[in-house]
């Protein structure tokens, strides 16, 4: 149940920076999760597929490290992508 805030501020948080950015398509993500959460891959693409965001697709690579950090919480170690014309 936690992972669905962690997921959701973690869409909100990537849409901001994205926002600032003039970012239109994430092309890499990386961010670093807690060892025991339950964020992944496949649960970031549903979350923004869910919301109908044209940011992260079939063109986006997804990296998800799980190191020991603070449960619940989760780092935006990069994104890369295209920006807007």
Same mark, same amino acid.
């Given at each position: 149940?936690?992972?669905t805030f962690l997921n959701q501020n973690l869409y909100?948080?990537?849409g901001g920076?994205? #926002?600032e950015n003039a970012i239109e398509k994430i092309t890499k993500l990386v961010i670093t999760v807690h060892t025991h959460s339950h964020i992944c891959e496949k649960s970031i693409r549903d979350h923004f597929a869910?919301? #109908?965001s044209k940011l992260i697709g079939e063109w986006?690579?997804?990296?998800v490290d799980k190191k020991e950090?603070?449960?619940l919480t989760a780092t935006i170690e990069q994104i890369d992508g295209e920006?807007?014309?």
């Open positions: 149940m936690h992972d909100e948080s990537i920076l994205c #926002k869910d919301r #109908k986006t690579n997804i990296v950090i603070e449960p920006k807007k014309e």
